[in-house]
Structure formats: C-alpha cells, structure tokens
C-alpha cells in the first residue's frame, strides 16, 4: 500500500506570495492533519480534517487555511508568506478519527523556505 | 490542555547498551500515547502506540514502551541499541475524542548511538 505523499518536496518563495501544499492519503484513511516543524517551535498542529470538514484547528492566524476533497486529499495554503513560515510541513493520514485505529502516519513532508 | 515533556534534548548510548529516551505527559482522562522517530531529511515514522491494555507495548525495530499511569511516564526502550537507532525521537499524546484534541507532540530527543 503507498503511502502518503506530498507535493511539491520543496519549495522557495519570497515574502508576500502565497503557497498551496498538497497531500494524498493512505488509500482508505478519511482523516489528513497538517504540522509545521520549525527547529525552535518544534512539532505544531495546524488543522485536521475528516470528511471534508476541518475538525481541529491549532492556534496558527488566518493566512494558514486548508481544506480537505472528496477523495481525501488535501491542500493547506498560506497567504501572505513571511520569513517566519519557512518550516518543514508535514502532513499525516488516519484511517478514522476517536477511534483505536488512531495511529496517524507521516509523508515526508514539504521544506518550504521563504526569502 | 494535553502537554507532552521530553526531558532530554540529547541521549547518547555505546552500540550494544540498552537505551531509554524518557517521555512524561500531561492530559485529562485516558490518553493515546505515541512514539515517531524522525530520520534526516524524513517524515516521522511511526514506532508504537499506547491505548489500552498492557502497559508494555512493543512496537517496530525492536522498541518497547512502558506506560506508567502514577507517574505519567511513557518512556521508550530498547535492549540492544544499534548505531542505525540513532535519529530524533518525538513522544506524542492525544486525549480521547472530546472537543478540540490534536495529536501533541514533545520537542524530540536526538538519539546518537555510538559504535
């Protein structure tokens, strides 16, 4: 089974320009969750979502948004970019959400450096 | 609010030796508790898990886990450290499905496995 991937790998832009990040799933798994990972915040969750509908949103402002397809894939977006957003975003894929199968597997991620 | 502690930045440990990278948690009610190593250049891969049962969890590359309720502990182990161990280890925690519960992860301990 493949597992999930995300497009592009990496990325640079410059300030002020808006990105758009795209994970695919395990096949099967309805629910994606987005990280960033920055060396001095660490791990930091973004959004989930489940069904096609964001379920959980982390304390990140309104230029970070993403939103989830039929398929499951998703998009996360950020507008707006500024020096501060350079990270490794990674995305991570669930079969279900609450339930014992909750473990959440990782793509390799998306290293977005922002000039 | 869900809090994970990763008391150690750095663990070393010789090729041969048991190794244990500590990990506490802070949450309300049951928690799922987890272990992601993180290889450079890698998306985090998951190693095992802790929802119920057992309090010694055995997961993949030989890892174990022991979940200690009292002292909110989840530290992970292994008998036999190999120098390919070594890599960033992430402990992550989630409170049963109530409200807004994001995976929460640690800051990571960078194992170094000497030969």
């Known amino acids: 089974k493949a597992g999930v991937t995300q497009t592009p790998r990496y990325l640079i832009k410059t300030r002020g320009q808006q990105v758009t990040l795209s994970c695919s799933p395990i096949s099967g798994h309805r629910s994606v969750s987005w990280y960033q990972q920055t060396p001095g915040q660490g791990l930091q969750f973004l959004f989930e979502?489940?069904?096609?509908?964001?379920?959980n949103k982390g304390n990140f402002p309104g230029r970070f948004s993403g939103r989830q397809f039929s398929n499951s894939r998703s998009e996360m977006n950020v507008s707006t970019l500024e020096l501060g957003d350079s990270a490794l975003y990674l995305c991570?894929?669930?079969?279900?959400?609450?339930?014992?199968?909750?473990?959440?597997?990782f793509g390799p991620g998306t290293r977005l450096l922002v000039l | 609010a869900q809090s994970v502690a990763q008391p150690e930045d750095q663990v070393n440990v010789a090729e041969g030796n048991p190794l244990t990278v500590k990990c506490t948690y802070s949450v309300s009610g049951n928690p799922y508790l987890f272990w992601y190593v993180q290889y450079p250049n890698r998306g985090l891969q998951f190693l095992l898990k802790?929802?119920?049962?057992?309090?010694l969890v055995k997961g993949s590359y030989g890892f174990e886990a022991e979940f200690n309720k009292s002292q909110t502990s989840f530290h992970l182990k292994k008998p036999s450290a190999l120098v390919s161990d070594s890599a960033l280890y992430f402990c992550a925690v989630r409170a049963p499905l109530s409200g807004n519960t994001p995976l929460v992860f640690g800051k990571g301990t960078r194992l170094s496995v000497i030969a």
């Open positions: 979502y489940f069904s096609e509908t964001q379920r």
């Open positions: 991570a894929s669930s079969l279900a959400r609450g339930s014992r199968q909750e473990t959440q597997y």
């Open positions: 802790y929802i119920t049962g057992d309090n």
